[in-house]
């Protein structure tokens, strides 16, 4: 069973950059129809006016909604059953993520992560769905991240909302089964976009090893070949799928102890992987390091 991608209506969320913006690039080749999503319409409307000179025939509406807010996802939803536009494939690709200690976290940013992150794939989920089911053919497609399957200290909150998103998509799997409605979950690593400077993660996503990191359409590209095969969840990139399959049969305790150093440098710029003081063969003790720590 494939997603009605061909000759369908997609609506694509975050399609102004990143790899919505690749999906939608590849994903117009095929679609009847694209809806795109995103806060910044400038970047919409430049996507739309490529799309159309390379595909004239293609439906294209542009639709500024920022996911903050659930009451601009109503108006999105309202505008678009006005407009008599059905839904044939969701992808929910807009992410918000934040590289901060929790606690130095404003509630203004977490509340805004859990509004992008997950309310409103919820909220656009349970509004489009149960038509899919009624067609008895439609897609769901998730795009959350490596962070779903493990423990990310800077990242507590982008980390849990990503293992909701992964709870969430696999048991909606297993309730569609049999119905026509596609659901896959596409879980990316190191991706070359926007997100490492918007999140403050710039510095560590610059020490992943090269061979480690895939293009925005590299990454799009093999998310729409899962997805057109059902699988239940795609690792884009062939060095970071093996790792993440092997990570798989780690136990809990491992990835605990994976995340410690990442941990304490960021809480007190020191890391226990860090080689001693040249000197002293100790390690320097920071300002605000509790002693013994």
């Known amino acids: 069973m494939r997603p009605p991608i061909d000759s369908g209506t997609v609506l694509i969320t975050g399609a102004s950059s990143g790899i919505g913006r690749e999906l939608a690039r590849q994903l117009a080749r095929r679609a009847r129809t694209l809806v795109l999503v995103a806060r910044r319409e400038e970047r919409l409307e430049a996507l739309r006016d490529e799309l159309h000179a390379r595909n004239p025939t293609l439906g294209i509406l542009v639709e500024r909604c920022d996911l903050v807010h659930p009451d601009e996802v109503d108006s999105l939803l309202d505008s678009l059953y006005r407009h008599l536009v059905r839904v044939d494939v969701l992808v929910n690709n807009a992410g918000l993520g934040d590289y901060s200690l929790y606690e130095q976290e404003s509630w203004s940013r977490i509340h805004q992560m859990l509004q992008v992150n997950v309310t409103a794939p919820l909220l656009l989920t349970h ?102 095969r059902a699988q239940p969840l795609v690792y884009p990139g062939f060095a970071y799928r093996w790792m993440m399959r092997l990570s798989s049969l780690m136990p809990r305790g491992m990835h605990r102890a994976a995340g410690l150093p990442g941990a304490r440098k960021l809480r007190y710029g020191t890391s226990l992987l860090e080689p001693a003081h040249p000197d002293t063969g100790r390690r320097v003790l920071l300002a605000g390091e509790p002693e013994g720590a």
């Open 127 to 228: 509004r489009l769905l149960r038509l899919m089911v009624e067609r008895k053919r439609g897609g769901i497609l998730n795009i959350s991240c490596g962070g779903a399957r493990a423990f990310v200290p800077g990242l507590a909150v982008y980390s849990a909302t990503k293992h909701f998103l992964d709870g969430f998509t696999e048991s909606l799997r297993l309730e569609l089964r049999g119905t026509g409605v596609v659901v896959t979950q596409v879980a990316p690593g190191p991706v070359d976009t926007e997100f490492s400077e918007v999140a403050g993660t710039g510095e560590r996503a610059g020490r992943v090893p090269a061979w480690m990191r895939i293009s925005p359409a590299q990454c799009a590209r093999e998310a729409i070949e899962g997805f057109d």
